[in-house]
């Protein structure tokens, strides 16, 4: 009898070995991209593929590659230009390939792909169930903003803009578009009635608007990165960017800044304009009338040119992009607005856009 039961243990014994080889592994729990940073990092220009980074505000680790660490492998493509979350899925823009990939907001599983597009930039969320998308066009200079419906990702309309259709914001039941000038020059901001998806008017700006924000009183600046053909000084395309507040669609305080400048962004209170200028960032009160003598860094990061400039909007610090060499993985600056550094995040091969939430 003993024996007998001695088999019958050893039987099950087999039995259980032999079921726990044969059952699949226990699933692994995706990890979610909650409250932090998300660093877009643009890659080489014309092959490989831009990566995504994210810092993670609540334990302060850093996530490279978050895109294929959640998708197998896959790549995103050449050039990453931007990202957006809008109502948990996130849009990630893939300017050289000439798409837009969209994936779950949280765990950055792939959902899908939004295709077609020449030289896309830009997604912006309309309010309705619809996004916007702007692209330069296969010629860098027939810009167009597409309307898609963000449920299905159908075309509802593509509306033709001007040249380099960038930056946009939505204010006032209508949607402004930078012209950036693409791969030429332009000077207007377009203006799309969002109820009849059709272009109302062109307003005239400094040259090659790109960035746009709306102050805490509902002005609306531009910042224009102006025009330099480095090998005839004499062009007469050739201007100084601009910084332009308009009232009422017109043009009331237009700044001179210096050629290049980029990355408009205000602080959450709507008082204060945040600028990369001479790759040093920049504040200005939005009741000044003029730019401020000094960088908000003082000077402090020298040798540093910074590339890109966002905006955490949680802890109102500045994001600066380090792209090192652009061909090693750069990193960004964290500061507050006094100038003091809080922290380097590691990112990834020349970080240039970033969404915070």
């Known amino acids: 009898m003993k024996k007998s039961l001695f088999y019958l243990v050893l039987f099950l014994g087999f039995q259980l070995v032999s079921c726990t080889k044969d059952m699949p592994p226990a699933p692994v729990e995706s990890v979610k991209y909650e409250e932090g940073i998300f660093i877009v990092n643009e890659g080489p220009f014309q092959q490989g593929t831009g990566t995504l980074t994210f810092y993670d505000r609540t334990n302060q680790n850093v996530i490279q590659e978050v895109f294929t660490r959640a998708n197998d492998g896959e790549s995103l493509g050449n050039v990453f230009q931007s990202m957006n979350i809008i109502d948990g899925k996130a849009y990630l823009v893939i300017n050289n390939s000439g798409k837009v990939v969209v994936a779950d907001g949280l765990t950055f599983e792939k959902l899908g792909e939004i295709t077609g597009l020449a030289q896309p930039r830009y997604v912006m969320d309309l309010g309705d169930g619809r996004i916007a998308i702007s692209q330069w066009g296969a010629d860098g200079l027939s810009g167009s903003v597409s309307i898609y419906n963000s449920s299905d990702m159908s075309l509802v309309t593509n509306i033709p803009t001007g040249a380099g259709a960038e930056g946009m914001l939505v204010k006032d039941g209508k949607l402004y578009v930078a012209n950036s000038g693409g791969y030429g020059v332009d000077s207007t901001v377009a203006i799309i009635d969002l109820a009849t998806n059709s272009l109302q008017e062109k307003l005239p700006s400094g040259v090659n608007p790109s960035s746009m924000v709306v102050d805490k009183n509902g002005a609306l600046w531009v910042l224009c990165s102006g025009y330099s053909n480095w090998n005839d000084p004499n062009d007469p395309l050739n201007a100084p960017g601009k910084l332009v507040r308009y009232a009422n669609d017109l043009i009331a305080l237009a700044l001179d800044v210096p050629t290049y400048s980029s990355d408009l962004a205000v602080s959450t209170n709507g008082e204060i304009l945040y600028a990369l200028i001479n790759s040093e960032p920049y504040g200005m009160h939005i009741d000044s009338t003029a730019l401020p003598s000094e960088a908000i860094t003082h000077g402090q990061q020298s040798g540093i040119f910074y590339y890109s400039l966002g905006l955490d909007p949680v802890t109102g610090h500045l994001l600066l992009g380090n792209a090192e060499d652009y061909i090693s993985p750069g990193e960004v600056d964290v500061f507050q607005d ?20």
């Open 338 to 357: 006094d100038g003091v550094k809080v922290m380097s995040i590691a990112a990834g091969l020349i970080p240039g856009g970033y969404f915070a939430r």
